[in-house]
């Protein structure tokens, strides 16, 4: 099976965005891919944590979105995203995983992965987050949207900070403003602090915001 | 026969003390006696020598009378007073006569009767008119009085001699007065020694034996029953030493029948402490050792504490010890890790008080039992349903995907067949995916039920959120979804997310349960002063009373149900209101309304 069998062109600017899946798991792979290549996104796919690390780095890599499963043999996805913080490079990411409890979605939340898909997902799951994550990125960048929008943007460009003032200082009262800037402050504590329970985050609440809508 | 000897005793002193009596009495008696005999001899003797003395005198003086009357020349003879002396006279003589006892008083005595006799015979002559000599009357007269004077002399003299024998006779009587004191004297020395005599004796027979025999008895007491009584007599105290010989000889054996058995029950107790797998050791209320079976003895000594508590059962140990109350707990995750060598070992105490008994001290025993293959086979259980979810939830995963995507037909047009197979295979897929899940989380509670997230929280937000699949489920059946709110309700001490689980366990089945076109209501309310009560209703067919004992039992499905599910919704739900200290039921009314209710602990 290969991409040229299935040609889709959306009507928007959705073919600018290049998305990276990584799973070890062929046909979800191919699950994913299927399911953005409907959207129109360009998709590449990574077997595991090495693949994924060698492609974000390469010198034409410019991911604007990473599906990461975080259970993969060699380099997992913890191992991924240590990787990306360590060599500074920011990539917005989305965690698709089945095994995940509140001190993982902690440690996640820390290294820069802001948003939570919990396996099993449906195609529109993974679609309606992809397109949150990289059309809420074009209203931030065109400014005016609402601040929890623009608090995980600034979570995904890892300022905690920002996002946790910004949050701070609105005076909306939207749903998820709560959770988000309890995020947000866990984000910006001190990372040797590994006490999520502290916090008060559950992924819980981080999963059932993605996917309730 | 103790009794007549007692008798015979008693009788022996009884007659000793008359004796005693009898013969004092006599001795008194005899001498009082004497003494009478010899005072009325004297006295009679002095009598009569005063008599004589009396008499002579009256007669001289008539005598006289008549010398110095010569005219007359005659004494009066017939004059009677005279003639009475006279008589008196001859019978005091006669009578002094008979009373002599000694060669002295007779030669006295004799003078003197010859002196009366001369008188009476001069006074006859006087006195006789017919012999009187009218020549020599003066002779007559002076002839009297010389023999009343000689009289007067020799009575005298017998007085006197009478006087010097009374006087003897006291002291011979005095001395028989000390004779007889020194006889009463002997007399009762006599009785007393036969008394005491007889009270040695009377020691013998009867009291002293009685004494060994309370001396045998203490012994007994002493659990000695190797004393036994000897036998020498036949009377009571015999027969009595006969009853005790047997009465310890019976005792006897009955301690050593105990002994033994006690022994016999000591070893067998041994052996069964030290054939007993798990270890057991018995302290007393300072924690010292009082006993270890060897698997205790090989668990200490390979910690490397052979002789007191390891630190980790220490701590529980101590708080028993201060508290007073029994540690027996009984989930795994109360179990204590102990290494041994290379070993990982967790043994579940189990301290408890041994009431104390007789001769003993209250002590605590302790019971390790090794549940390192509960732990493992638990640990295993998690690991294995985790690996298996897990290695059948991604698959299905990716199968769901694929299958939703052929559904959607983005990539390519289905037949109105394929489409169906396609769905019908998506279903499964989701029912599936549905029970792993419950599964899953199902493992999750049994394990870890004891770690809820309490938090105060408002009764009404816990139906706040009705999560979006029952939304659309109800709407699928045009069932109305009813919150009555009640705003003015404590806190209650929950874990909101078991919370949501329960709540969307009840209101799913609700949901399948009710008619459609229903009304399921969710209500909230106050149920006494500890408990806040959460109730969902539906207009089902309610529960079927062989139902009602068992819905709340593990995969128990209705016979006939042709509803979807697991069978461990219900289940879950009791086990997480459980874990809150709560209570889950339900109220049916068959064919109106069935009511699912849960209680939650106010805050």
Known sequence: MSDHEFQFHSDDSAADFRVLVVDDEPTLRMGFRLALLTEGYFVDLARNGEEAIAKLQAEDADFDLMVLDLRMPGIDGIGVLTHLAANDLTVPTVIASAQMDDRVALHCLRLGAVDFLHKPIRPNDLRHIAHEVLFEEQSYQEADADPVHEARCLLRRRKPQMALTLLQESQASLPAKDLWQRVASTVAADPLDSDGDAYSISLHDLTTWNTSD | ?603
């Open chain 2, 1 to 603: 026969m103790i009794r007549n000897r007692l008798r015979t005793t008693v009788l022996m002193a009884l007659a000793v003390v008359v004796g005693l009596g009898l013969g004092a009495m006599w001795l008194v008696h005899s001498h009082t006696k004497r003494f009478e005999r010899l005072l009325d001899e004297e006295l009679r003797a002095i009598m009569t020598t005063h008599a004589i003395t009396f008499h002579t005198q009256i007669i001289s003086s008539y005598a006289i009378e008549a010398a110095s009357n010569t005219a007359s020349g005659t004494i009066k003879a017939r004059d009677p007073v005279m003639t009475q002396a006279c008589a008196a006279l001859r019978s005091a003589s006669q009578e002094l006569r008979d009373k002599v006892r000694n060669p002295h008083e007779a030669q006295a005595v004799a003078e003197l009767m010859s002196l009366i006799d001369s008188l009476l015979t001069e006074m006859q002559h006087a006195t006789d008119p017919i012999a009187a000599r009218p020549n020599v009357p003066g002779a007559n007269g002076s002839r009297i009085a010389d023999l009343s004077r000689g009289i007067a002399r020799v009575s005298q003299r017998v007085a006197a001699l009478n006087d010097a024998r009374l006087i003897a006779e006291r002291a011979t009587f005095a001395n028989q007065t000390r004779d007889a004191t020194l006889y009463v004297a002997l007399l009762t020395a006599v009785a007393l020694l036969i008394l005491f005599v007889l009270y040695w004796q009377f020691n013998n027979l009867a009291l002293r034996p009685l004494a060994i025999l309370t001396d045998s008895v203490r012994e007994i007491e002493n659990r000695n029953f190797e004393l036994s009584l000897p036998v020498r007599r036949d009377d009571e105290i015999g027969k009595l030493s006969i009853a005790y010989n047997d009465m310890a000889a019976e005792l006897r054996r009955l301690y050593h029948e105990t002994d033994r058995h006690i022994v016999d029950l000591n070893a067998r107790n041994r052996a069964l402490l030290t054939a007993f797998p798990n270890a057991v050791i018995v302290l007393d209320d300072d924690g010292n050792l009082l006993q270890i079976n060897p698997e205790a003895e090989s668990i200490l000594s390979s910690l490397g504490t052979p002789n007191r508590l390891p630190a980790k059962l220490k701590k529980p140990f101590d708080h028993s010890l201060s508290s007073g109350e029994e540690y027996l707990p009984d989930e795994l995750d109360q179990a204590l890790l102990f290494r041994i060598g290379e070993r990982e070992v967790y043994y579940l105490p189990r301290i408890f008080r041994l009431p104390a008994v007789e001769d003993m001290d209250p002590a605590w025993g302790i019971i390790l039992t090794d549940v390192s293959p509960f732990r493992w086979l638990d640990d295993m259980k998690m690991n294995v349903l985790a690996t298996v979810s897990h290695e059948i939830k991604t698959p299905l995963t990716s199968i769901r995907m694929i299958l939703l995507l052929l559904l959607e037909q983005k990539t390519g047009k289905l037949t109105g067949l394929q489409e169906e197979m396609v769905g019908s295979a998506s279903n499964d897929c989701e029912r599936l995916l549905e029970t792993l899940g419950t599964l899953l989380q199902h493992s999750r509670l049994s394990s870890g039920s004891k770690h809820l997230d309490l938090r105060a929280i408002p009764p009404s937000s816990l139906f706040q959120t009705i999560p979006l699949s029952l939304q659309q489920a109800a709407d699928d059946k045009q069932v109305t979804l009813e919150v009555l709110s009640n705003g003015n309700l404590p806190l209650v001490s929950a874990d909101e997310l078991r919370i949501a689980q329960v709540v969307s366990n009840l209101l799913s089945n609700a949901i399948k349960f009710t008619p459609p076109s229903s009304t399921v209501t969710l209500n909230t309310v106050k149920l006494g002063p500890d408990y806040i009560r959460f109730k969902i209703s539906d207009h089902g067919p309610g529960v079927p009373p062989e139902a009602q004992d068992r819905i709340f039992e593990r995969f128990y499905r209705e016979a006939g149900q042709d509803h979807a599910g697991t069978g461990l919704g219900l289940s879950i739900s009791r086990e997480i209101i459980e874990a809150h200290n709560g209570r889950i039921g339900f109220k049916s009314k068959p064919n109106e309304s069935t009511t699912f209710y849960f209680d939650l602990p106010i805050a």
